[in-house]
């Protein structure tokens, strides 16, 4: 036992040169956005109000590989390489024959992986003269990922926060000043959208993003910016999987079940789709399996209609083909506040609808029972979200047990917990709930789908 | 300027497998420490009431090097080794031709260097057969890091918290209880000594160490364990020194001035003491220099008198030779907690009065001043304790653009500031006091010294 490996590091050569566009190796060709005013499909011209041209010819490359700024890479060596870690720790815990791995992106400046995503979005506008970004938050570890950022590229940032995240974690927003941001609770009575969702007190996501969207597309000198669902973010995560695949090749082993925490997509997708684009061209496992972990509490996946709908509340943004639980469906505020999104990324949906990854949902008492276990035994306290994806390794990891199979888990370990302690105090002292899934709400919510779209299910 | 190096790493083989141990390099015998009782030099036994043997011989040993257990190096790779980063955008930022580095000590999972010790403790004492650590924190690094320990080695934790520090930073509180630890907030009354304390109800850290060795010392299966000042735990943290030896060779520089912030010691003698240990070897840079920063409200080793004193408050622990500000002094509530300290490691002291090392104060404000500089460039929020050393790694190279000299700055940035956001919002808001060093005061405390000491001035 003693001298065993526990951390697979690479140098500052080994950050990746390109992202991978999982969509040159997926069959057939993408379903297009359409434009929220005509419903026809929508072209770059309808996004560049909103974003500097580069981002959108990212977002609508199929070219396999996109390659990575110089000034990204130098931004990314702040952080990345990122370690992979081998939970030996937590394996004796539960007795389990199964290797169970970990990439951990809580040591960027922000504590996850957004700034994969946040660090190019601010590059290209402020190559492009923007001035200003402004974007919405969750939990907070998007906006102040790209409050990091924007300090980085001297782009102002203005952040709308959701209302039960600004009231759970009032260090996200001091976090957010120090970078030099501002932010505001979501829904505000600063903007037409917030106005008109005063009655959802909690917010969400979807109106975050309206109230976002709508101060961009109504300023001269800026730009929005969203954290996850878009393919050019699920795109900029990729360096998450690219590291793995060389660092479980240092490791000398090769995932059979490689997970990922939900709740816009990008964090999954950046982990899983350079290991799905390496199955889908034969290489590797051919059996190897992609496991999504999503709040049973917004079971996007899991309980959704895969259809065109808005990637916001109000109905600002193009449509895009999902899964979704209707885009003003209000989720229950759990504390995983990056997961309370009605729909999903459409690429990641795509693979979903295609059979290639799997969902699941899990409450939110068993996901801080994970986080408990793993906090005890690896130390890391992970964020909420996060704790998603280590529920369903767990679980993963038990039914190796169960089976006496040495089964290979790979799990992205999004962020760290040290802005969600509230959460951890309520599950401590037994008070933490299980939001319901309100499955009548989402069903009237799905109804309330826009009419005249092309049937896609 | 592309593709320039910022991160020096190394793979878990480098971590050190022997701790440094100053004193055998130090000119002239140790002074020893004195019994409270009989003011005559304290052995071993001494100490057995509250340490474990292993612990003990540490504290004692005169050898020059101490072999790491393996079971602590294991632990170690839960985050060791630790980056050494080149601050690129701080230097240009402060358009300076000095070249700045930093070994940040962050990555950890209690956020700071403390866990190379609380590791080695927390494992010596389970072998030993001890059930319970007791233990203070001020700003709450070493006890979490200790009930972090403590959760791998089956051990448990209970936490006397300096009052100011409990109250300006909960989720310190809830990080610990996630770890399994119990907490307090000093002075309490579950202790004769923190009711004898009640009329300063902000508290300090030596304060809580009285109340710690209290409960510690009359319980059959409870140990105490210290987070600094003793020759143990600097040696522990000696781990961040070696490492960044073999990492500066990486980058093929080596330093002109080394610098750590200072509150008990330990995180500066973890950095310094390899490298002074090079320079009194005579290897290296003959002009080296080490500079040790200090909070203007608690000037232990810039005002305070080398003599004999306690390590606590009430004046339970041996009597150290230290520069001190008085045993019953205490100090105003800065937000650097981990600062708050009315003495200084021996070892250290040692150092600083033969010359060794040089110690400046810096005052708050300028302090998060710094911080936030470093914050905007390098994208870690530091600790406010940290800071300090930010605050004068930033005057050396200020002083280098004025001199115009290259020269090479390495200082320790021992942790982040994630459960500080309190103090960066007051710094934000302009409403950040520079509390005031009460010299009179501290002349009233040393005037209290223990009587009938040796002369060590």
Redesign the interface.
């Known amino acids: 036992?003693?001298?065993?490996?526990?951390?697979y590091?690479l140098?500052?050569s080994r950050i990746p040169t390109h992202w991978v566009n999982l969509v040159a190796d997926l069959p057939g060709d993408p379903l297009p956005p359409l434009s929220p005013a005509t419903l026809q499909p929508a072209g770059p011209a309808d996004l560049s109000a909103i974003f500097p041209e580069a981002l959108i010819l990212q977002e609508v490359s199929t070219e396999p590989e996109v390659e990575i700024p110089?000034p990204v890479?130098?931004a990314y060596?702040?952080?990345r390489p990122t370690p992979l870690i081998r939970a030996r720790?937590l394996e004796r815990l539960l007795g389990t024959p199964a290797h169970i791995y970990y990439k951990y992106e809580g040591?960027?400046?922000a504590?996850s992986h957004k700034p994969n995503s946040a660090i190019p979005q601010a590059y290209e506008n402020a190559r492009a003269g923007v001035k200003k970004l402004v974007t919405e938050t969750g939990a907070g570890q998007w906006g102040s990922s790209l409050s990091?950022a924007c300090?980085?590229f001297g782009l102002e940032c203005e952040v709308f926060m959701v209302g039960s995240s600004y009231d759970q974690k009032p260090?996200r927003r001091?976090?957010m000043?120090?970078?030099?941001g501002t932010v505001h609770r979501s829904p505000s009575n600063l903007t037409e959208a917030g106005r008109s969702q005063a009655s959802h007190p909690t917010g969400s996501l979807g109106i975050a993003i309206s109230e976002a969207v709508e101060v961009a597309a109504s300023s001269e000198d800026a730009n929005y910016a969203l954290g996850s669902v878009l393919s050019h973010v699920c795109l900029h995560q990729t360096v998450i999987g690219q590291e793995t695949i060389a660092q479980m090749e240092m490791a000398g082993e090769e995932p059979d079940v490689v997970i990922g925490c939900v709740g816009g997509g990008s964090n999954f997708a950046g982990l899983a789709f350079p290991w799905l684009r390496r199955k889908l061209r034969g290489d590797g496992k051919s059996g190897m399996r992609f496991v999504g972990a999503e709040p049973a509490a917004c079971p996007t996946l899991t309980e959704g209609v895969y259809a065109y709908d808005f990637g916001d509340t109000v109905g600002l943004t193009p449509l895009m083909p999902m899964y979704t639980l209707g885009h003003d469906f209000v989720p229950p505020p759990v504390h995983a506040g990056g997961l309370r999104y009605h729909g999903d990324a459409p690429l990641l949906c795509a693979t979903v609808k295609a059979g290639l990854v799997d969902a699941v949902a899990v409450p939110q008492n068993p996901t801080f029972e994970a986080a408990?276990q793993f906090?005890?035994?690896?130390?890391?306290?992970p964020a909420p979200e996060s704790a998603h994806a280590i529920r369903a390794a767990i679980d993963e990891a038990l039914a190796a047990r169960e089976a006496g199979e040495e089964r290979v888990i790979l799990f992205g370990l999004s962020g760290h917990g040290?802005?969600d302690?509230?959460a951890?105090?309520a599950y401590?002292a037994g008070t933490l709930e299980d939001p319901r899934f309100d499955a009548a709400d989402a069903e009237a919510a799905i109804a309330r789908l826009p009419s005249g779209t092309p049937a896609i299910a």
Chains 1, 2 share one sequence.
Not at 177 to 180: I, R
């Open positions: 036992m003693a001298d065993e490996t526990t951390k590091l140098d500052e110089e890479r130098e060596k702040i952080w720790r040591v960027s400046p504590g990091f300090s980085l260090y001091s976090m000043q120090t970078w030099g408990l906090s005890r035994t690896e130390g890391i306290i040290h802005f302690l509230a951890y105090d401590l």
